[in-house]
């Protein structure tokens, strides 16, 4: 009769009669000291790569004058507002810290809601502000939300947003920001109620509520409801800082009707007075977001309103130039990469300022109109051997004449 071979540990060599449990597999075994020790090696690694995850975001607090200072070097202007955020978020992650240290009194969200203009730098003030506090940061459209039930993201897509930022690590996403991009979209469309549901309007205003001011959200990982067998991810949102913006379109009527502009008699400082017309956003306080359509609870969680001025010739001249990341540096830059000097004169820049003050579309207009006058170099210039290109005030006339954006119509 021939003996069975004795059973052993593939791993560790020890014999059946050495080990309690001897576990069998395909074509091996394993005792009980090996799959400790096995377990201790995983521990260990994904503790390691916890510490690595949290230390790529882990935030450090900037007193309000050295957030602005960063600001600063990449918005031009804005000064109220930057100070105004500065403060707020300073405040939000000081919050943060008091409720770790177990303190009796419990500081309340400063969530911000920014009014502005389009292309006058709301989402680059939020933007530059995560980056310089290294915390995750999404942006988010309010358009697309819609109530539970109806075709359209839910409100807890914006924290799938955050999670899928930071690589789902859940600790730094519950100390991160959330810009929500155009907010007005998503008011109120009248008082008078009708016979069809404000889907995307009012309900979800209300679904807002409660993760503005913070609670646990069950947030499904890869967003949308379409996947009803997806584990989700519990979420605390009491300290992710909430950024709303919009241009709430037709507000300046609404603080006209408020804020008196119509003064007359013999004191009445007239030059203030057109100066106040010309700029009512400043003057704009929650009553009138209220009367613009956002209901009063949301507006409850949304404590700080600041306003972003209109830009003039002279911040836009600035902001072709000045910031980090300016728009003429970023084609410098471009052209660089093709081994070419590009040199713009003076009166290109003014030429610029003025067709975006004509058209009316802030910062953003001055990149498409930059695009207008620098395609067809673009185009033709690499791969040749131009090593130096001179942007004249004739050059930048003569090509935006020939683009399609000459065509618009200013109303």
Same mark, same amino acid.
């Given at each position: 009769?021939?003996?069975?071979?004795?059973?052993?540990?593939?791993?560790?060599?020890?014999?059946?009669?050495?080990?309690?449990?001897?576990?069998?597999?395909?074509?091996?075994?394993?005792?009980?000291?090996?799959? +400790?020790?096995?377990?201790?090696?995983?521990?260990?690694?994904? &503790?390691?790569?916890?510490?690595?995850?949290?230390?790529?975001?882990?935030?450090?607090?900037?007193?309000?004058?050295?957030?602005?200072?960063?600001?600063? &070097?990449?918005?031009?202007?804005?000064?109220?507002?930057?100070?105004?955020?500065?403060?707020?978020?300073?405040?939000?992650?000081?919050?943060?810290?008091? *409720?770790?240290?177990?303190? +009796?009194?419990?500081?309340?969200?400063? /969530?911000?809601?920014?009014?502005?203009?389009?292309?006058?730098?709301?989402?680059?003030?939020?933007?530059?502000?995560?980056?310089?506090?290294?915390?995750?940061?999404?942006?988010?459209?309010?358009?697309?939300?819609?109530?539970?039930?109806?075709?359209?993201?839910?409100?807890?897509?914006?924290?799938?947003?955050? =999670?899928?930022?930071?690589?789902?690590?859940?600790?730094?996403?519950?100390?991160?920001?959330?810009?929500?991009?155009?907010?007005?979209?998503?008011?109120?469309?009248?008082?008078?109620?009708?016979?069809?549901?404000?889907?995307?309007? +009012?309900?979800?205003? &209300?679904?807002?509520?409660?993760?503005?001011?913070?609670?646990?959200?069950?947030?499904?990982?890869?967003?949308?409801?379409?996947?009803?067998?997806?584990?989700?991810?519990?979420? /605390?949102?009491?300290?992710?800082?909430?950024?709303?913006?919009?241009?709430?379109?037709?507000?300046?009527?609404?603080?006209?009707?408020?804020? /008196?502009? /119509?003064?007359?008699?013999?004191?009445?400082?007239?030059?203030?007075?057109?100066?106040?017309?010309?700029?009512?956003?400043?003057?704009?306080?929650? &009553?009138?977001?209220?009367?613009?359509?956002?209901?009063?609870?949301?507006?409850?969680?949304?404590?700080?309103?600041?306003?972003?001025?209109?830009?003039?010739?002279?911040?836009?001249?600035?902001?072709?130039?000045?910031?980090?990341?300016?728009?003429?540096?970023?084609?410098?830059?471009?052209?660089?990469?093709?081994?070419?000097? =590009?040199?713009?004169?003076?009166?290109?820049?003014?030429?610029?300022?003025?067709?975006?003050?004509?058209?009316?579309?802030?910062?953003?207009?001055?990149?498409?109109?930059?695009?207008?006058?620098?395609?067809?170099?673009?185009?033709?210039?690499?791969?040749?051997?131009?090593?130096?290109?001179?942007?004249?005030?004739?050059?930048?006339? +003569?090509?935006?004449? *020939?683009?399609?954006?000459?065509?618009?119509?200013?109303?």
């Amino acid at each position: 009769m021939a003996k069975q071979p004795s059973l052993h540990c593939s791993f560790c060599g020890r014999s059946r009669d050495e080990v309690k449990i001897l576990i069998a597999g395909q074509e091996g075994h394993i005792c009980e000291n090996c799959v +400790e020790h096995a377990q201790e090696i995983i521990a260990q690694e994904l &503790q390691i790569k916890t510490e690595q995850q949290s230390a790529q975001y882990r935030f450090t607090i900037r007193k309000p004058q050295e957030i602005k200072t960063y600001i600063d &070097q990449y918005v031009i202007g804005q000064n109220e507002a930057k100070k105004i955020l500065s403060v707020a978020v300073y405040n939000h992650y000081k919050r943060i810290t008091q *409720k770790q240290q177990q303190d +009796e009194v419990e500081i309340e969200k400063s /969530n911000i809601v920014m009014v502005g203009e389009t292309g006058t730098g709301k989402t680059l003030l939020a933007k530059t502000v995560a980056k310089l506090l290294n915390v995750p940061f999404a942006i988010v459209d309010a358009t697309v939300f819609t109530e539970a039930g109806y075709v359209g993201e839910d409100v807890e897509s914006m924290l799938t947003r955050l =999670l899928q930022v930071c690589n789902y690590d859940v600790a730094a996403a519950e100390k991160g920001i959330v810009y929500i991009d155009e907010i007005d979209k998503i008011a109120r469309k009248g008082d008078n109620p009708s016979i069809t549901r404000d889907v995307s309007g +009012e309900g979800v205003q &209300q679904g807002l509520l409660k993760m503005l001011e913070g609670t646990e959200v069950l947030v499904p990982p890869q967003g949308g409801r379409k996947h009803p067998e997806q584990k989700m991810i519990k979420v /605390n949102t009491s300290n992710i800082l909430f950024i709303c913006g919009g241009a709430f379109d037709g507000i300046d009527k609404v603080i006209a009707r408020r804020v /008196n502009t /119509n003064a007359i008699g013999f004191n009445v400082n007239k030059d203030q007075q057109d100066l106040q017309r010309k700029n009512l956003l400043q003057f704009v306080n929650a &009553q009138d977001l209220k009367s613009f359509g956002l209901i009063p609870e949301l507006l409850g969680r949304l404590p700080v309103v600041t306003h972003l001025e209109p830009l003039d010739a002279e911040t836009l001249r600035a902001i072709l130039t000045e910031p980090k990341n300016s728009l003429v540096k970023q084609y410098t830059r471009l052209f660089e990469l093709e081994g070419i000097t =590009l040199k713009i004169d003076d009166g290109v820049l003014d030429f610029m300022v003025g067709k975006a003050m004509e058209f009316k579309l802030g910062a953003r207009g001055l990149r498409s109109i930059c695009e207008h006058i620098l395609t067809d170099a673009m185009f033709e210039l690499p791969g040749s051997d131009t090593k130096e290109f001179h942007i004249t005030t004739e050059y930048a006339q +003569e090509q935006f004449n *020939k683009s399609k954006m000459n065509m618009l119509k200013v109303a």
